[in-house]
């Protein structure tokens, strides 16, 4: 119980860094560094992160089977979740990207019960729909931000990107109970990193490095260190304790957490709808997270 609890808290702290990011990085892109630059800087020094970090713990010998299958999370969990999300945030609003990603553990369900036969229960399925209610009031009643050249597309991509993700978040569970977090992670960026190179190394090339302000370099840097970095780490050592569906459900939580950092730098306003809408979020997360009460482990 104590471990499933530790994995509870890791997927917490997940989404209160990716609820923080959404104001840092829109800092950063696209004044300073477009898009898919700034997927490069992501992965490439995540990658090196994990490899320096791995020399500090026991070496794993990883066969060429599982690292096929690392590769083949690689894809879905690194290189098209970011390569979609960040494409088609710049062709939809942020509003309908947002309601959109909120379909994400409806899609791990979906997904778990085909490919790894996870039973889901009433209180489960109740908890997975009354949190998509408060997420997308929510995101709704948030602040109202225009822009969006090709909506359908865009909306198309951001929905490859949710199915992307939900689709990894299944494949690496079986490979967490085999291998240590950091081994996993540096494969997965390693193999991220060549995938995404080709897309996005030009417009690394094009950042003028002598002109980034200083605060932007911080920004940079939480970025690639908290928002991928300690944020994949997390995610997979909470995978280890918990199903798919119940780390999917914590992505409900970041717009509450990028409300609660909007509402600390006096960047928006509180009212009733917010509050209702991220009680609902709560409810929900609750009702997914507490355990079963014939079985507690992996749920």
């Known amino acids: 119980m104590k471990a499933r609890n530790t994995a509870l ?13 959404f104001t840092v990085a829109k800092d950063v892109m696209p004044k300073y560094v477009k898009p898919y630059g700034f997927i490069l800087l992501r992965v490439s020094g995540a990658a ?38 960040f494409k088609g945030l710049s062709m939809t609003t942020p509003i309908s990207g947002a309601v959109i990603m909120v379909t994400t553990p409806i899609l791990v369900l979906t ?5 790894i ?29 225009n822009g969006g050249n ?6 198309l991509l951001v929905f490859i990107n949710a199915a992307s993700y939900a689709l990894y978040l299944i494949l690496i569970k079986n490979l967490t109970k085999k291998y240590h977090a950091i081994h996993l992670a540096k494969w997965l960026y390693t193999f991220g990193l060549l995938l995404v190179l ?19 370099w911080y920004k940079i840097f939480f970025i690639v260190f908290f928002t991928t ?4 780490l997390f995610n997979l050592i909470a995978i280890t304790k918990l199903k798919p569906t119940t780390v999917s459900i914590f992505i409900y939580l970041q717009p509450v957490f990028a409300t609660i950092y909007a509402l600390f730098t006096k960047s928006d306003s509180l009212n009733t709808t917010k509050i209702f809408a991220s009680l609902l ?12 009460i014939n079985k507690t482990k992996q749920i």
């Open 9 to 21: 808290l890791l997927a917490t702290i997940t989404a209160i860094i990716y609820g923080i990011s």
């Open 198 to 216: 080709p897309f996005s190394y030009t417009q690394v090339l094009e950042i003028e490095i002598n002109f980034l302000p200083q605060i932007i």
């Open 150 to 155: 090709n909506e359908i597309l865009g909306n």
């Open 281 to 292: 979020i709560f409810v929900g997360v609750y009702l997914v997270t507490k355990p079963n």
């Open 229 to 232: 970095f300690i944020t994949y």
């Open 48 to 85: 090196i992160l994990f490899w320096i970090s791995s020399l500090f713990i026991k070496k794993a010998k990883i066969p060429l089977t599982d690292l096929s299958k690392i590769g083949i999370a690689s894809v879905f969990g690194v290189a098209l979740n970011m390569l979609t999300f």
């Open 111 to 115: 997904f778990s019960s085909f490919l």
């Open 117 to 145: 036969k996870e039973k889901a229960n009433f209180i489960r399925i109740l908890g997975i729909l009354i949190g998509m209610v408060g997420a997308i009031i929510l995101i709704s009643f948030g602040k109202k931000i």
